[in-house]
């Protein structure tokens, strides 16, 4: 208690007086319903689907209920900012005064707990946002109990559909690890040298984004090599660090494959250390953050594909259909777009 | 043990983390490409400089029987105080950012001096506290455009990086301190035996307090160079493990962290040996699992060497 003193009187000390550097870009989201998640597929579930009949939950007005949302990860970087702004955005346009949101911190077991919390305060919907798609059963066997729906974004849980949950909204990062691989072939005219910034060790992400670049390179453009892949970590520090080091040792290299923005930003820091001019080596990244579509903008990275993290509008209205009693397909794959050249400048306003 | 084999493990912990650079600098030159260019040694060089100066302040601490968990945080910490202060200019932003760190410290030392808790518990505390204070003060990361603060990251004064002069500096500093003034006999002793340099009139509390607040202010300026170096304030990622880090180029440089003397020369070696370790298994496209296993060896070698001093 006296440290938690300690510390506030700290940041009340170290913020008094505090004045920082002047913003530089002044880059406003305009137009926010351009950058909604629209529904790749299916578009119309074929039979299969999950209706609030099967389920078992009662009917009940979306507005005046007590919905729950559970994010994983601190709102320390884009995505997960856009995530649950959009959330919240979309819930109080509905008009849904009940949302209580929680955050895990990246710890599982408080996200765990998290979500029993927000049960046993009555939720009646719950959205989550897993950290990891496994180790769910506590918290599906209350919901089940008391039948509340539950919709998953951005990642899955293992567990069975609509015993357990409603459906799942999400990309799919193989495909974004494909369409990177387009972007890279386009960017190197079919042939060449590639090194992969990975992501963290040991993450479904990474994997699946790796996966579907090499498939996508072995399949279309067999002249392009990948010779170097190394993990960034997600960080730009270690991208930085990374890229540092390979373009030591590789200074033929042709093109680098960040999976995600961060590390692509890192590993521009690294190429303007080393003397290099935009475009010498060719970036191409996912997740469609603001700093990254800025990147494009300067010349220094190829594209992005989009990992869209705006999932409030197609969450609430895939609960809409559910109450209403449409059958809801057990994943609703969402579409991302492309930053490239020709439209970075242009959509600087919607990236996140 | 025979003496011949006493004399081999005596030479190795004095001199092994110097064979063990001197080998891995002859592997990389015979089968590295491109490794013995200038630029090369230049990046190593850069991307060690703040583990170097955190494990300065790390081996003091070691030095007095203790360990500072919290420098990791401290960096974040001294990143976000950059960013919050960043437009009175560079070096407004870089004094309180210092500042900030030397006050971590002192927090640290008042716990370990004045109310007693184990150093182990008070600084593992302010590692998880001071990285939510600095998360708190700055959500997320943020690009800045200082050319000052750019510079001290990018810039070099007769070919040789100002992050790497910096550390060069503060080495030589250090190591001042502990071969040349009363403070570094101070420090030593206090570590070596604590109820004896009390007895023989030590200001032990204010000489315990003095080296966490140096271990603060040396973690901070290596926050400083690191988010020079990023153009951008991360305190999110920042200084992540780095405890891990320092405390590793401290054992292995030779101190022992039983306390009694500190090594200052070894530390920096220990630590450019960690780092081309790492160059070594990046530059031959090793996954990182590999990098891991191969630092655990090190450090094993190194603890047990430290093990036949007594």
New interface residues.
Partial sequence: MR??L??AA??VV??GC?????P?ATANPADAQAQQQVVKSPSAPAGGGCTIAQHGSPKFDLKSAVVGFSQSE?????FR?AETKSIKDEAAKLGIANLKVTNAQSQFSKQISDVQQLIAQGAQLLVIAPLNSDGWEPVLQQAAAKKVPIITIDRKINARHCADYVTFIGSDFTEQGRRAADQMIEALGGKGKVAILLGA?GNNVTTERTNGFKEQIAAKAPDIEI?????G?F???KG???T???I??N?DIDGIYAEND?MAL?AV?AL???GKKPGDVKIVSIDGTR?AVQGIVDGWIYAVIESNPRFGQLAFATAQKFLDGEPIPEKVIIEDREYDSANAKDSLGQAY | MAEPARGRIAWFQEYGVYAAVGVLLLFNAAF????L?L??FR?QL??VAPIVIVALGMALVIGTEGIDLSVGSVMALSAS?I??????GAAPAIL?AVL?GA?VGA?NGALVAFVGVQPIVATL?LLV??R??A???L????????PTLVAIG?DSVAGIPIVVLAAVALTAAVAFVVRRTTFGRQLVAVGGNRAASRLSGLPVRRILLTVYVISGALAAVAGVL?TS????S?????GLFMELSAITAVVVGGTPLSGGRVRVLGTVMGAVLMQLLQ?TL??H?LP??WTQMAQAVIILAAVYAARERR
């Fill in positions: 440290a938690a300690v510390l700290a940041a170290l913020t505090a004045k920082a550097e002047a530089t601190k709102e320390a970087n884009p900012i060790p010779t170097f892949e190394q993990t970590e960080t730009r520090e930085q660090q990374v540092e080091q390979l030591q040792s200074p961060e890192g820091t303007k250390g080393a700093g | 590295t490409p491109h490794f260019a630029d090369n990046t850069v991307q105080v960013a919050l202060y960043l437009g009175y309180m900030a006050l927090a505390a506290g001071v939510g204070l998360n708190v003060l959500p997320q990361l943020k690009e800045f455009v200082n990018s690191a170096r990023l153009q951008a991360d305190p999110t990622s920042l160059a990046i530059k496209n990182q699992s």
